[in-house]
């Protein structure tokens, strides 16, 4: 590879998943052109997970394009419920009550000012959200699309990566040189693999239903809402019983479903024929099907990269952490990932960020793998190995009975469908990036407890009464630093400002005089992230240099 055939390029992206396509358009709304590479033309066409978080929603929010993606998946008055029966065309033993988007928005638009849920979770099959995503990409200047290039092989030094790529119909070949280089390319990530790093944890979980290896369906059935379900509309349907219980996800609230059943035959590809019995099995009927395609995956995987990057080259998404479906963590945790790391390459890349910056990629971002993987973990154990009674579809009083009984049961998995601690809760104590303070909330799977302790996402807060694109005070955060001085009294800010100054460090000063946000935050002054992360609190700025330095990694 010879320096002067290569095209220059800040970062290459390796995967055009919907992790790469993130942080291609973070680097952008941070001002650094990318190159994002893609071994396939397009994006897959093949229903995978269906929640985008409220966290992720934020996320998409500060991209600007959160309403767009709302308008993708179940239409507005879709209820978001999780329904469980005996069988789809057998009796219903309970129902987990979520709103529909529409329902979920009004609850914001009515929102007390310091509610903590600007975005309420959204749930739209990945498959949709990724084919937007991949067109807002090709219209962004600063993101150079190539899909349909296969990344080769790529070399790093000391200044950069050197990157040959290949056209997989043409055959032509494109070098390019680019400061930094993340691979997010799946599971099976050649780039992890380059880089010699391995993954830690548990492969999969053994159990009589949801466990070891399964297949998700994507599948036609006209008229299943017509004949069974148009009456009993959710969006995940379980079906529980003593010979099989599987899982139906609506993808479309009409005739597109995704079908989860365990493999008969684990080391064999699926077969549509027996995917079809399964499917009738849990109607309990002879429901028109068609089958469009298998996706293998493995229920209770929680695996974790032993490192997220070697020198110039990162990693994220599912090259660095694997999940088990359960609970939606997945794609959410990897946007997390995106969202972590663009920052901190664009203040590498703009001259303001020190090494450290990039060292706390893996310092931050790790803890949060393993702790959500396990929660995904745990949950499917939850729902994967419960037992239910051999008579519950006998119309008896023993078979009423047993219903009863499965239905008490299953109501209460409600946490793995509202995780929202899960979702807002992720903290990073310990960075070396943050200074001590005060002990953190603890953590909980299921709810969330907003505060100022450096570590956590900044406290939300609405700013007037519209519950509109800028409203909340999510809206005012740029890609800088943000000192917000909260309260009545506005402490002096010069200080600080010189010393962000100083070090070209973005900062803007933003104050929020309401008393109801000083007692949000707990402290009259505090600095926030560029990725909406709370850096440092206090009352007064004693040291404004060193505290600059540390929070930018120097």
Not at 177 to 202: K, M, P, T
Not at 227 to 233: K, M, S
Not at 306 to 327: C, I, K, S
Not at 356 to 361: G, N
Request: proline share 5%; net charge neutral.
């Amino acid at each position: 590879m010879t320096d002067h055939k290569h095209r220059r390029v800040p970062v290459a992206v390796v995967g055009g998943g919907p992790v790469g396509l993130t942080l291609a358009l973070f680097l952008d709304w941070h001002g650094v052109e990318s190159v994002l590479f893609n071994s396939e033309e397009t994006t897959r066409w093949h229903p995978k997970g269906s929640t985008e978080g409220s966290r992720t929603m934020e996320h998409f929010r500060r991209l600007g394009i959160a309403g767009q993606i709302r308008k993708l998946g179940l239409p507005d008055d879709h209820p978001t419920d999780v329904a469980y029966f005996t069988r789809f065309s057998g009796s219903e033993l309970a129902r987990l009550r979520m709103p529909s988007a529409r329902e979920a928005m009004e609850v914001v638009a009515r929102s007390a000012k310091i509610d903590q849920v600007p975005e309420p979770i959204h749930r739209a099959n990945q498959m949709h959200v990724e084919r937007f995503l991949f067109e807002h990409a090709k219209s962004r200047p600063r993101i150079t699309v190539r899909f349909g290039w296969h990344v080769e092989d790529f070399v790093q030094d000391a200044e950069g990566v050197s990157i040959r790529a290949i056209h997989r119909s043409s055959g032509e070949t494109g070098l390019w040189r680019a400061d930094y280089l993340v691979g997010c390319d799946g599971g099976r990530s050649a780039v992890r693999r380059s880089l010699g790093i391995n993954f830690r944890g548990e492969a999969g979980l053994e159990q009589r239903y949801f466990g070891g290896r399964m297949f998700s369906t994507y599948l036609y059935a006209p008229t299943l809402y017509r004949e069974y379900l148009g009456q009993r509309r959710a969006w995940q349907y379980w079906a529980v019983n003593p010979e099989i219980r599987s899982t139906l996800i609506s993808v479309d609230g009409d005739n597109e479903f995704l079908f989860r059943t365990r493999a008969s035959k684990p080391g064999e590809p699926p077969d549509d024929t027996t995917v079809a019995e399964s499917m009738r099995r849990c109607v309990g009927a002879d429901v028109d099907l068609k089958i469009v395609a298998h996706e293998p995956w493995t229920a209770g995987m929680a695996l974790v990269a032993e490192h997220y990057g070697d020198r110039r080259v990162f990693l994220a998404g599912d090259a660095v952490h694997l999940f088990t479906p359960t609970g939606g963590f997945g794609m959410n945790t990897s946007i997390d990932d995106a969202a972590n790391l663009a920052w901190k390459l664009a203040a590498i890349l703009q001259g303001w960020g020190g090494r450290r910056l990039l060292d706390s990629y893996e310092a931050e971002r790790m803890p949060v793998a393993l702790r959500n993987t396990d929660a995904a973990r745990r949950l499917a154990a939850n729902i994967g190995d419960t037992d239910v009674d051999a008579c519950i579809e006998e119309q008896t009083p023993a078979g009423q009975s047993a219903r009863q009984a499965a239905g008490l049961m299953l109501s209460q998995f409600s946490e793995q469908f509202a995780s929202i601690g899960v979702q807002l809760g992720a903290r990073y104590d310990g960075s070396p990036i943050l200074p001590g303070d005060a002990a953190a909330p603890a953590d909980s799977f299921t709810s969330y407890t907003p505060s100022s302790v450096p570590g956590g996402r900044a406290p939300h807060f609405w700013i007037d009464e519209k519950r509109s694109s800028g409203s909340s005070l999510f809206d005012l955060l740029g890609p800088g630093f943000t000192l917000l001085r909260i309260g009545p009294r506005a402490i002096e800010a010069e200080a600080i400002i010189a010393a962000a100054a100083s070090m070209r460090v973005p900062l803007r000063v933003l104050d929020l005089p309401d008393a109801d946000a000083r007692d949000l935050y707990g402290c009259d002054v505090a600095l926030i992230r560029p990725d909406q992360y709370v850096a440092w609190r206090g009352n007064t700025v004693t040291d404004p240099e060193k505290l600059v330095r540390l929070v930018s990694g120097h």
